[in-house]
């Protein structure tokens, strides 16, 4: 059974600091994405990683995948008070060679941003 | 505009009644699915579908089910026999093919009362 890890799943911290989210994963899979998600909100997509060594950076997040280790993670530098949200990563089965769809997400880490 | 939309946005249900939860979207997406989220918790898949008059289960259908009769509709509905329904649940859309990003509506809040 495929597990997805975040940690940390609370984080606070204050304009200006940089921080990192990790998010471990139990199986193969070369597909990872990360979702951010407002209070009573929907998901929106902050990033899809495709392959091994993927990096992909939007603004003040960048997020990186290692397919050999079974780890991704969502840097933020330089944090202001709008990227308070819960980001979750999500990784897709690899199913008989070929993608289901079926994402296995992960618990969600809540960042608050304070001043 | 392109875009996703569930119906109703609050939803609330006596305990023993069936009710049913819809979803629409016009990206021509093949791909529909249904999540369930709990407070403090992840996304857990109920069921999906990748092309009309197909779906599968997903992690957790027991006490739901699902009708493809229409590409661009993905109904859900929570039956009697889901013990546990108050949760919110999101509807999401992608192309099919392996790493295509899902998109998702706005989201249903289901209360028991």
């Known amino acids: 059974e495929l597990k997805v890890e975040q940690n940390p799943l609370f984080l606070s911290m204050q304009e200006g600091k940089n921080y990192t989210i990790y998010c471990n994963y139990s199986?193969?899979?070369?597909?990872l994405y990360w979702y951010r998600q407002d209070p009573g909100k929907s998901l929106e997509s902050l990033f899809v990683?495709?392959?091994?060594?993927a990096v992909k950076q939007e603004g003040r997040l960048m997020a990186s995948l290692d397919t050999k280790a079974r780890l991704s993670t969502l840097h933020i530098t330089a944090a202001v008070h709008d990227l308070s949200a819960t980001y979750f990563c999500?990784?897709?089965?690899?199913?008989?060679?070929?993608?289901?769809?079926?994402?296995?997400f992960g618990k969600g880490t809540k960042l608050s941003v304070k001043p | 505009d392109g875009g996703i939309t569930q119906s109703p946005k609050y939803l609330f249900r006596k305990e023993g009644q069936n009710v049913t939860l819809s979803c629409e979207q016009n990206?021509?997406?093949?791909?529909m699915y249904w999540y369930r989220q709990d407070p403090g918790q992840g996304l857990r898949l109920i069921y999906y579908?990748?092309?009309?008059?197909?779906?599968q289960k997903g992690d957790i259908a027991e006490g739901y089910s699902v009708s493809r009769e229409k590409k661009e509709s993905f109904p859900l509905t929570v039956t009697s026999a889901q013990k546990n329904p108050t949760a919110f649940y999101l509807c999401?859309?992608?192309?099919?093919?392996?790493?295509?990003?899902?998109?998702f509506g706005p989201g249903t809040r289901l209360t028991v009362l």
């Open positions: 990206l021509n997406h093949d791909a």
């Open positions: 579908s990748q092309i009309v008059n197909d779906f």
């Open positions: 999500a990784v897709d089965i690899d199913n008989y060679g070929g993608s289901q769809g079926n994402l296995i």
């Open positions: 999401a859309s992608s192309i099919w093919h392996a790493g295509d990003t899902q998109y």
């Open positions: 199986t193969t899979s070369d597909r």
């Open positions: 990683l495709l392959s091994n060594g």
